[in-house]
């Protein structure tokens, strides 16, 4: 049983930058590929980045590659996302989750690849 606990939220101006933070608890949590997913009013959840076991390996959807940095820090359970030069279509709810199934070379980007899911935090950009 894996519980997770998003946070830092809010609305922000386009261009401006939020850090998400993800809490889980969990035996295992470095053993767990981790995933940040948004949900858009009347949008299907779509996937934004994961990341491998060790934090080595990253991947990113388009339309955040180059803006947004996803991180880990196995030693206190913890999982960031950095969201810089944000823009009004990444308003949403922001989810965190976990994979506890997929190996240590996995980056996964599908949702039914993730057993455990936090409650999600709002992000609001503003034009």
């Known amino acids: 049983q894996v519980h997770l606990v998003e946070s830092g939220g809010g609305l922000v101006q386009a261009g401006g930058s939020l850090r998400l933070s993800c809490t889980a608890s969990?035996?295992?949590?470095?053993?767990?590929?981790m995933g940040w997913f948004r949900q858009a009013p009347g949008k299907d959840r779509e996937f934004v980045a994961a990341i491998s076991w060790s934090g080595v390996m990253t991947y990113y959807a388009d339309s955040v590659k180059g803006r947004f940095i996803i991180s880990r820090d196995n030693n206190k359970n913890m999982m960031y996302l950095q969201m810089n030069t944000l823009k009004p279509e990444d308003t949403a709810i922001y989810y965190c989750?976990?994979?506890?199934?997929?190996?240590?070379?996995?980056?996964?980007?599908?949702?039914?690849?993730?057993?455990?899911w936090g409650q999600g935090t709002q992000v609001a950009v503003s034009s």
């Open positions: 989750a976990a994979d506890t199934n997929s190996g240590p070379q996995r980056t996964s980007i599908f949702g039914w690849e993730y057993e455990y």
């Open positions: 969990g035996r295992t949590f470095s053993r767990y590929v």
